[in-house]
């Protein structure tokens, strides 16, 4: 087919809604206006882990303009709950709304009312939580080392629990240590990355309508409409029917609104008053409070041969998952999947984990669980070229995945293009290659 | 203290407000006059999505008192097409992809007025300082400072205004 009959590929496409972005015409969530709308402000954790003794919500009803308050007591469906119930992750452990405990700094307990954002803030400082503090638990490995306490009855070695009672996502190939016995080097290092906020320039928010018709509108910024208003509904206990999400332009997100942080508490309290109400995170609240990409560690161990082959490589990691589950359980698979990185290696050993901490909890961001398993596996390569004296790219092309390669998940591998990637990429950075490296392909090994 | 009656003159046009005590421009400007073009992405002069020009000058309009605007003349992102037409610095953000998800586009393209209208031939660094108060978290900034860079050569070859 020639470029002339190909609509879209090798051009420049124009962007639909650019325009409307250039006159300010973009409709984002906030962008309507309803008279006596409420404004929703969240009282939170001041501390990491505490049990609460007690909470007084009667200064901030006193407070001017505030119309009222809601604490756990006013759910009606769901206390706790896991965005991915529906598709059967569980158990639910997350409090939409705090009771006996708090796990993280900046955890909801509170939501209060009023009649303005400043009234709503104002009340909001009012309310008064006596803590009795717990001792915090801020690292991956400190945390399931057995000598602290569980943070939730859920998590009895404070890690997640996969189906078939599995403590972490596994890849099970070959022998690893007969691997490493065989090896001429053990290269081994532990690689951390660290929280990332999203900090979508719009902050995540909503704005709850009731309507004459006993269902409540939601114009929300989330990134996953039916998602959100299900398990919104869910949380609830009420019929999705009754609700009607509209989504619009996200304001960025990248990952940063899909956690349903805002849309439930707001549909109870336009249910509570009758009243449209918009929850909007301040920027603090987006910087401090919304999840991050998790922050994850990686222990690797190769075994790697005089000529740059690598023969067995071995993986624990790490998910810092936060005081709560969210969607960790899935961004730990996706970061097994991409395990051993996009090499063949005959034996292959993998655990990743889930794990709880008092930190806040994270959640997708771009690449969920991926980016943190190239960043350690491709410093690892270095590390081992350096070991071994070897150049870094003729590594990365000897150990590259052919077709037809059996991968560590037994899966025949297809489509591969690592090998081409990597000469184009040495080429575009002047990189010269011998003669033998620039002759292979993704359709045989026949440099090895 | 009480709310009050406030009259602006916004992107030409007279208007009569009341506002709450310490009411920002923004908080006039989204609320009670729904130019949604100004954005809030944080209430606090950290991102420059709100930005509008009072009297020809670049003001975030979250850290800007409504009633100390007094007659000036404030013009945000609608005011710039008034005939509906589309002005040459939107057709170079266009142009140039300088937007993904918009939401800074607003407060980029008055940064980027308030600069052409004072200074119509900047120099790369020159609009890399006068945007430097404004946020994207999407596109790079490289896109948006071409646009301006295209939106002058553009008003240099028509000897138009920037907008
Ligand atoms: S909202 Fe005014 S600078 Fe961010
Ligand atoms: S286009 Fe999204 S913040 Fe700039």
Redesign the pocket.
Known sequence: MSMKELGVVGRNVGQRDLESHARGQTTYYEDVHYPRMLHLKMHRSAEPHARIVSVDTSAAEASPGVVCVLTHEDLPGKKVWNGLAAVGVGPEDEPILAFDKVRWRGEPIVAVLGESAEAARAGAAKVEVDYDPLPGVFDVEEAISGSLPALTAHWPNNHYIYPDDHGAAQIRFGDVEQGFAEADHIVEDSYQTSPIEQAPMETNGCIAKPGGDGRITVHTNTQAVHFARDNTAAILGIAPGKLRFLGGTVGGGFGGKVDVAVEPISVLAAMRTGRPVKFKYTREEEMQVSSTRSAWRLNIKDGVMDDGRIVARKITSYQDSGAYLRFSSYGSMKHAGHMPGPYTIPNVWVDARVVFTNRPPSSAMRGFGVMAASFAIELQMDKVAKTIGMDPWQLRLLNAYRNGDMRAHRKVNEDAAMVETIQAAAQLAGHELPAEYQAMTSWDRKAS | MEDKLIRLAVNGRDEAVVIQPLATL?DVLRDKLELNAV?????????????VLVDGELQ????TLAERVGDAEVTTLEGLNETNAIVPLQQAFIENYAAQCGYCTAGMVMAAKALLDRNPAPSRDEIVEGLSGNLCRCTGFAPIVRAVQQAAQALSDTGEEAS
Request: some cysteine; overall charge positive; hydrophobic content about 10%.
């Open positions: 923004q954005k809030s992405g944080c209430g606090q002069g950290g991102c420059g999505s709100c930005s975030l309009s979250c850290l």
